[in-house]
């Protein structure tokens, strides 16, 4: 009984604390619930002690059975009925007061039962196999809420969208990338840590009591004990695990995991529309030239943060950016550097949602209904060509993955053995592109993704006498340079065989090198980026008003989910799904600091203290 009482007493004292200003009688009828649940969870284990005819039957059934098996699915309950409201309220505490609480509290309740139904019925059969099926079970139970918990301690802050979204759209590739890039002591720690839960569960579950299955046929009170034990965990099995309303799919962090998934395969909606969209389009070239034969590049560059750049931020300790550099200080070069740019968000996928199309910010239209960039060139006459060095997803489809598709070229760079390709790799699809068609190419960068000393090879490092030994910040700074070295190969290649007539270059989001990768808005250099655009002699000459315009907004704060206005404006297009208000190629774009958001709407820019000059706060 005293387990019931924990049960109970935990349940409701989590609910009661982590949801203030409840009604008296929702109070009550949430007390009634849990103590309903306990009443139910605790009967296997009733069932089992009575059947047990133990001398000190009593003490065992009213107190507390004395077992590690127990004591095992105990613990696993109560990890799931506390951590998750825990954590949620430590991180939303001082902005929110309420809390729904999910079904985490009602799901630790029911998982003790269950558990401890498992452990029985298994071990009629076999104690060994009960041992080792429900501590299995259990250590994978105690894992979910386990790492939640150490998520929290590292980076102050419950699992949120911004945290679910990586794990839902990482691929293997570049998750064991990630944890080579640890220390070998912490991956072996991680692995005997978990290989250390494993063991503990079972060993925990080797010392639960036989239950004699043998009396069932003799003793009624032994096939009573069996029938309850079996019925209810139908019931719990039943009650628990339903994949549409069971009260695991309700708890906090499987309904966190259930809408991020949800949301990946709505957009899957942007292929099926794609006909639709298309049908309504309207797209007009303005001053365009007949003669066929020229290229726009857009570059998608990864994790670059302008502040490692000498050509936005000339304080380096060493020269990371020489052509940009040159390109910038060069008089009528073409190019138009914009130092106060920034991503709209910290991750790739939700970034580039909005870079690629209509959705941004300021408008927040559904993803599945945006018309995107290739659709807008395409429309107006384009070939569009897509050339990624990020890994493919396949069945697993980002919109990225989806809006690259509708190119009407669209390739990954091959691994090789396994090794990701570094960025020069996208330099041999440019000879496949067509110098006598009109081109519209994005190349999407691998850029300064962690790990950074796997961006660059070593042979460019030692031909440029780059520090390799720095840690993280210079290999950073490493990869930043070798970015320039690509992109100034990309402009020479399309400038002498493609008649490269505008590049556009920028990053995804930013990056802190010095501090560990997290979720949170940890600082503006997260959404700090790179953005420039190029445009040749014959195209300033055509498009006059594209190009004063650029110049002329090169001090204005821009954020790259309004790229895909940029872009309408560099293709110097008329558009019913274009907005010359929102594009900074145009005389005609309206945002002043003070109006434009990153971190997906929540942070303003204003808030970045790294430019206080009125003269550039427009």
Not at 530 to 546: C, F, I, M
């Amino acid at each position: 009984m005293l387990i019931l009482f924990i049960l109970f007493g935990v349940g409701l004292f989590v609910f009661l604390r982590y949801n203030m200003g409840l009604a008296r009688n929702s109070r009550g009828q949430q007390q009634r619930r849990y103590l309903l649940a306990a009443l139910q969870a605790v009967i296997p284990m009733e069932a089992a002690v009575l059947a047990g005819h133990s001398d000190n039957l009593l003490r065992e059934a009213l107190i507390m059975p004395c077992s590690t098996a127990i004591a095992a699915s105990f613990l696993t309950a109560l990890l799931w009925m506390t951590v998750y409201n825990v954590t949620y309220d430590l991180t939303h505490r001082s902005s929110s007061p309420d809390y729904d609480n999910h079904m985490d509290i009602a799901f630790g309740i029911y998982l003790f039962g269950w558990l401890t139904a498992l452990q029985n019925i298994i071990a009629w059969f076999s104690p060994i196999a009960a041992a080792i099926v429900v501590g299995i079970v259990e250590a994978a139970l105690v894992i979910i809420p386990l790492a939640q918990a150490v998520y929290y301690a590292v980076y102050r802050t419950c699992v949120d969208e911004a945290g679910m979204q990586p794990l839902v759209n990482t691929y293997w590739s570049e998750a064991r990338e990630f944890v080579k890039s640890f220390p070998i002591w912490k991956t072996a720690l991680s692995f005997v840590s978990i290989g250390g839960i494993i063991a503990l569960c079972i060993a925990a579950n080797a010392s639960a009591p036989t239950f004699p299955l043998h009396e069932a046929a003799t003793s009624i009170g032994t096939a009573a004990a069996a029938f309850f034990i079996i019925a209810i965990f139908i019931y719990f099995t039943t009650y628990i695990w339903k994949p549409r309303h069971g009260l695991f799919v309700r708890t906090g962090i499987m309904t966190l995991y259930i809408d991020v998934r949800t949301y990946n395969r709505s957009t899957m909606g942007y292929r099926t529309g794609m006909k639709q969209r298309l049908e309504t389009l309207e797209v007009e070239k303005l001053n365009d030239s007949p003669r066929r034969g020229k290229t726009i590049i857009m570059v998608i560059g990864e994790s670059a943060c302008r502040d490692y750049m000498s050509a936005f931020s000339p304080s380096q300790p060493w020269e990371t950016t020489p052509w940009e550099t040159q390109m910038r200080k060069q008089k009528d070069s073409g190019f138009v550097f914009f130092p106060n740019a920034y991503s709209c968000a910290m991750q790739t996928v939700p970034s580039l949602e909005r870079v690629l199309t209509e959705r941004n910010q300021y408008n927040d239209k559904p993803f599945a209904d945006s018309c995107s960039i290739i659709d807008i060139a395409r429309r107006a006459g384009y070939v569009t060509k897509w050339y990624s060095n990020q890994s493919y997803i396949g069945i697993n489809d980002t919109s990225v993955t989806l809006v690259a598709q509708t190119s009407d070229t669209a390739k990954w760079v091959k691994k090789e053995g396994g090794i990701q390709q570094f960025d020069e790799s996208l330099l041999s699809f440019l000879d496949e592109i067509n110098p006598k068609d009109d081109n519209f190419v994005v190349l999407h960068l691998k850029g300064s993704h962690f790990n950074y000393e796997n961006r660059y090879p070593e042979s460019f490092a030692k031909e440029h006498g780059l520090r390799t030994d720095g840690g993280d910040v210079e290999c950073y700074r490493n990869s930043i340079r070798y970015t320039d070295h690509v992109l100034e190969r990309i402009y020479s290649y399309a400038k002498q065989k493609l008649n490269l007539q505008s590049m556009i270059y920028f990053s995804d989001h930013g990056g802190i090198p010095d501090m560990r990768r997290s979720p949170r808005f940890l600082g503006f250099k997260m959404v700090r980026i790179p953005l420039w655009t190029y445009l040749s002699d014959e195209y300033r000459k055509q498009h006059a008003g594209v190009a004063e315009a650029l110049k002329a907004n090169s001090d204005r704060y821009f954020t790259n989910d309004l790229v895909y206005e940029l872009v309408c404006g560099i293709l110097d297009v008329r558009s019913n799904r274009y907005d010359r208000a929102q594009s900074i190629a145009s005389t005609s774009y309206k945002y002043k600091r003070n109006e434009l958001l990153t971190y997906d709407g929540r942070i303003r820019i204003e808030d970045d203290d790294l430019d206080t000059n009125p003269k550039t706060m427009q």
